[in-house]
């Protein structure tokens, strides 16, 4: 089935990653280096996708275009927007798609995007999408039916080993981010550590409703803590 979509995207700018760097510059105690600054990034709506799947959506043979480059190295926001449909036919026109492709497709909502939908989306960590619920994605040259793979992804830190030494974390608990801004100072609970390589940035990803909710473009200060015992609440 194809829709076509030349009516009814709109000349909106997505935004697709707004960004606030918050440094820690004074204040800590000359032994405290971390060994990396510590970044908050709000990931506004997105997808990721398969090469067979940007195929389908796009024309044979063609691959994502980078139109800016993200925090963690190699990853890009793409040129390349997508219109995500859910149940009873409401739709999220240009949908931000992210590179490189991946392995599964994926779609990662805010809740407000989910209601707006009619998608009632569990918090999953990215990449867990079994049993999560599917959409219609509709691209330029194609659509296709996403069985699962449309998530609220946990709020989550990037960490590499050094990191995670630093603040005596481990992949997968959970930590605390706190977030000191003009009339909404937050403590967020359940920020699951996302171990990865040498090369991984420290990088805090909220989504636009956790990031609107904390006032995070006017923040003063963040801070990440550890929680002290419980899970995540994520499945793995
Ligand atoms: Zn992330």
């Known amino acids: 089935m ?5 009516g009814i ?13 918050l440094r820690q510059l004074s204040g800590k105690p000359a032994v405290d280096h971390k060994p990396n600054p510590l970044v908050v990034n709000i990931s506004a709506r997105h997808c990721h996708l398969t090469d067979d799947h940007i195929e389908i959506l796009f024309g044979k043979g063609h691959t994502l275009t980078p139109q800016k480059w993200l925090y963690q190295e190699g990853y890009y926001a793409a040129e390349e927007t997508v219109a995500i449909v859910g149940p009873r036919r409401r739709m999220l026109p240009e949908v931000r798609v992210l590179g490189p492709s991946r392995g599964a497709s994926q779609v990662e909502l805010a809740f407000t995007d989910a209601i707006s939908l009619g998608l009632d989306l569990p918090v999953r960590i990215s990449g867990d999408v079994q049993g999560t619920p599917g959409c219609l994605i509709v691209g330029p040259k194609g659509s296709l039916e ?5 998530i609220r992804a946990m ?3 990037h960490m590499s080993p050094a990191d995670m030494a630093h603040f005596g974390v481990k992949n997968g608990e959970p930590m605390q981010l706190k977030v000191e801004s003009p009339g909404c100072t937050t403590v967020l609970d359940n920020l699951v550590v996302r171990g ?4 991984i940035k420290l990088e805090v990803h909220l989504d636009t409703d956790e990031g609107n909710a904390v006032n995070l473009p006017n923040a003063t200060k963040v801070d990440l803590l550890k929680q002290s015992g419980g899970s995540c ?3 793995k």
């Not at 194809?2 to 030349?6: L, S």
């Not at 995207?9 to 760097?21: D, F, T």
């Not at 990865?196 to 090369?199: L, R, V």
């Open 9 to 21: 995207s709109r000349e909106q700018v997505e935004q697709v990653v707004r960004s606030v760097l």
């Open 2 to 6: 194809a829709i076509d979509v030349a």
């Open 146 to 150: 996403l069985r699962e793979g449309v």
């Open 196 to 199: 990865g390589d040498d090369k």
């Open 155 to 157: 709020r989550h830190v």
């Open 233 to 235: 609440g994520c499945r």
